[in-house]
Every structure is written in structure tokens, then in C-alpha cells.
């Protein structure tokens, strides 16, 4: 339950930023929390991983949210889950 909660609170910080308001970040971010639950719900051993460094990167106090997206983009990446294409 816990762990549904991390990613509903990033990800109503990542609908709620003014970045995301428009454009491809719209569908791309319904896309991303899709993903973020299944990766938290799994019991694979590399979801598991993945997921607790996503849950560590989201948890910092002091970094931005498009610093936080970056880096989770780039671990989603390594595991071969693309999610958000080229976003410009």
C-alpha cells in the first residue's frame, strides 16, 4: 500500500508542475505511472530492484522534479523500459 502511495503522490507532483501541463508530457506521464505500478506490484527480482531505486530517487527532499524524472528516466532506460520516447 505504502509503495502505491510514493508513486501516486510523484506523480500528482508531475501532473501538478507547469512543464506537464501541455503537450507530450500529458499521455507520457499516464504512460510512466502505468509502468511505476507495475514495477512496484512485481515480484521479479529486477522489478524489485528497479523499483527501490525509483522509490529512493523519488524520496530526496532536495532535488527537483524534472531532476528526480531524469534520473528515473534513466534507470527505467538501463532496464529496457521506455516510457518516454524523446520528449523536447
Same mark, same amino acid.
Given at each position: 500500500? +505504502? ?9 500528482? +507532483? ?7 501541463? !501541455?503537450?507530450?508530457? $500529458? ?6 505511472? !502505468?509502468?511505476l ?40 532506460? $538501463?532496464?529496457r ?7 523536447a
Amino acid at each position: 500500500m +505504502k509503495r502505491a502511495n510514493i508513486v501516486h503522490d510523484f506523480i500528482q +507532483k508531475l501532473r501538478n508542475h507547469p512543464a506537464s501541463q !501541455t503537450g507530450p508530457w $500529458v499521455r507520457r506521464i499516464d504512460d510512466l505511472e !502505468t509502468a511505476l505500478h507495475a514495477l512496484f506490484a512485481s515480484d521479479d527480482e529486477r522489478a524489485i530492484e528497479m523499483s527501490d531505486k525509483i522509490r529512493g530517487v523519488i524520496e530526496r527532499k532536495h532535488m527537483s522534479v524534472e531532476k528526480r524524472l531524469a534520473m528515473i528516466q534513466q534507470i527505467l532506460r $538501463v532496464g529496457r523500459i521506455h516510457v518516454f520516447g524523446n520528449v523536447a
